[in-house]
């Protein structure tokens, strides 16, 4: 059971570029979201899903893209980088009864430059 | 806005004692509140849920309080050992449900053998 996996670990891209982050989850969960997290401050809500085909905003949702085709995957896709989201960015997934636990992937740190 | 606040500086102790980390909140009522444990270059690792109604948690070495008043949860470690250095982060849910999370910044714990 992998729980929930993103790729790369590791990303450097110019100013500009757009990438996607990949997420991944086998544990059926219908409850998906994406964070960045960065030094002093808490992890912030980026974009969240409620189940394939619903997605909804955060609190920083500029500048990223969503979209949830499958209850398993749920993509992060950066449209112009800016060294403003150089970052860690997590996915999470959790059951929708919504008072249990968010299980985190490894997370992806992206450099902009 | 909802704000969460974490002790900003890390917390050294000895082996053996108990660590108490502090989780002061504002402008919200949460319905849960919940701890995760994040080691470096790791995402978050879910420890421990409280619900509003509940006062104490608890789970082996570990304790959490909830003082809906005082708008505080505090957590313990009791018998603290050097494996449980880590930074330990503190999350409620927001306003709307669906599980998403408002975390604070985090409280780094070092424990000295």
């Known amino acids: 059971n992998a729980g929930v996996t993103q790729t790369p670990k590791f990303q450097v891209l110019k100013t500009g570029q757009s990438m996607t982050l990949q997420c991944a989850q086998d544990?059926?969960?219908?409850?998906m979201s994406w964070y960045r997290q960065d030094p002093g401050m808490g992890l912030r809500l980026i974009h969240y899903?409620?189940?394939?085909?619903?997605?909804d905003q955060g609190e920083v949702p500029n500048g990223y893209n969503v979209s949830r085709s499958t209850t398993e995957d749920f993509p992060l896709r950066l449209l112009s980088a800016a060294p403003s989201q150089t970052s860690v960015y997590f996915c999470?997934?959790?059951?929708?009864?919504?008072?249990?636990?968010?299980?985190f992937g490894q997370g992806t740190r992206l450099t902009v430059v | 806005s909802q704000k969460i606040e974490q002790n900003s500086e890390a917390l050294n102790i000895q082996e053996g004692k108990t660590a108490t980390l502090t989780c002061n909140y504002t402008?919200?009522?949460?319905?849960?509140l919940q701890w995760y444990r994040q080691d470096p270059g790791r995402g978050p690792v879910f420890l421990l849920l409280?619900?509003?109604?509940?006062k104490e948690k608890r789970k082996e070495r570990l304790k959490v309080t909830f003082d809906t008043t005082l708008k505080q949860s505090l957590f313990h470690i009791t018998a603290s050992q050097p494996a449980d250095s880590a930074t330990y982060l503190c999350?409620?849910?927001?306003?709307?449900?669906?599980?998403?999370?408002?975390f604070g910044a985090g409280t780094r714990l070092a424990v000295h053998p």
């Open positions: 999470a997934s959790t059951q929708p009864t919504g008072n249990t636990e968010a299980f």
């Open positions: 544990m059926n969960h219908e409850y």
């Open positions: 899903s409620v189940g394939a085909g619903i997605t």
């Open positions: 402008n919200y009522s949460p319905a849960y």
């Open positions: 409280i619900r509003e109604n509940e």
């Open positions: 999350a409620l849910d927001r306003a709307g449900g669906y599980n998403k999370l408002i």
